[in-house]
């Protein structure tokens, strides 16, 4: 496994001190209807290393939908592309659609607790289904030379012990040849529970995936749920190979603005947020010559200034102004001026 040094700022002020972490990395989660190729292109702004994640895209929408499920922008990468489905077919012939266009990594959902996920015989119910799960790891790897890795969770229902959880990934990484793992530190509940409530309700188990961690130290591991904080990150990646950020990392996207400099040793100054206001304003106009309209964009930015001065005129003067027909980047010059000129943002 490939050692690279990673600048770590201690939760203190104190001294920052480098330390080698084995093929370590950050990432933002596949989050249906929030991380779409226009959150995408934002947060890469804010951070050139994180890794990216699609929506999950289903494996019938690529192969039999009218539209182009794998579109993206360049600048995105590195950039990974969730797929829900479990037949190995499939799975195989979308995967080599997605290296043909230029995807960084694979990424099977054996995580998504909803009924309609359910339904489709893919998400976290197929953790009852390792071997099936393997066939369908194998048979992507058969046909592209790109990583795929696998995001699951640490049990489903009553299906939740240690030794379940062991033989899942011992079987898919034996059988599949799967080497990269992600694992939200919850349970999930498939029947009881929304969505919502399965990334609430079952209790975080963090001592769990560092343990599955030790045990399968040939593996590179990320852990997923509840991360908030960048001293959380940190403490993370004293056990794990890397740490994936959900919400909190849409919600308060400033987070990723120290990502670069913090964990990949980057001597490029954080960029402030009105820079990456600014630096969207091209984007904005090339998508809205092309039929985009402008709340498509600018709701994934809501959040920039989350917890500062003149936040909630921020958001309120964009929401209430974004979806108007003919909106352009002014509606986001305005809201910027909302915000209090002496903070360095």
């Avoid at 997605?98 to 197929?126: H, K, M, T, W």
């Avoid at 033989?167 to 034996?174: A, C, L, N, P, R």
């Avoid at 040849?177 to 694992?183: A, M, Q, V």
């Amino acid at each position: 496994m490939t050692e690279r040094t990673v600048v770590v700022s201690a939760p203190s002020n104190s001294e920052t001190e480098a330390k080698a972490y084995p093929d370590c990395r950050f990432s933002i989660a596949p989050m249906l209807d929030w991380t779409d190729r226009h959150c995408r292109y934002f947060h890469r702004l804010i951070s050139e290393r994180t890794q990216l994640y699609t929506e999950m895209v289903t494996t019938g929408a690529i192969i039999h939908g009218k539209a182009d499920y794998l579109a993206y922008n360049e600048e995105e990468h590195p950039l990974v592309l969730q797929l829900g489905g479990s037949n190995p077919a499939d799975l195989a012939t979308c995967a080599k659609l997605a290296q043909e266009r230029g995807y960084d990594e694979i990424n099977l959902n054996v995580g998504c607790p909803s009924d309609r996920v359910q339904n489709g015989r893919f998400g976290a119910c197929l953790m009852g289904e390792a071997d099936l799960v393997a066939q369908a790891v194998a048979a992507m790897r058969e046909v592209v030379d790109i990583p795929v890795s696998v995001k699951t969770r640490i049990g489903i229902d009553d299906q939740d012990s240690y030794e379940f959880l062991t033989d899942f990934i011992g079987t898919v990484s034996e059988k599949g040849g799967c080497r990269d793992f992600t694992i939200h530190a919850r349970k999930a509940w498939l029947s009881g529970l929304s969505p919502k409530e399965n990334r609430e309700i079952p209790p975080l188990d963090y001592p769990r995936v560092y343990q599955l961690k030790r045990d399968f130290p040939h593996l590179t591991m990320a852990l997923n749920g509840g991360v908030k904080t960048m001293e959380e990150i940190i403490g993370h990646l004293e056990h794990m190979d890397g740490v994936m950020v959900g919400r909190e990392a849409y919600q308060s996207p400033y987070l990723l603005a120290e990502i670069d400099q913090r964990l990949f040793g980057s001597d490029k100054p954080v960029k402030k947020r009105r820079e990456i206001v600014e630096a969207m304003y091209p984007y904005i106009e090339r998508e809205l010559a092309n039929g985009t309209y402008l709340n498509h964009i600018s709701r994934h930015m809501l959040g920039l200034f989350q917890n500062m001065p003149g936040a909630r005129q921020w958001r309120r003067h964009i929401s209430e102004n974004a979806h108007k027909p003919g909106s352009g980047i002014e509606v986001l010059e305005q809201a910027l001026a909302k915000i209090p000129a002496h903070l360095d943002v």
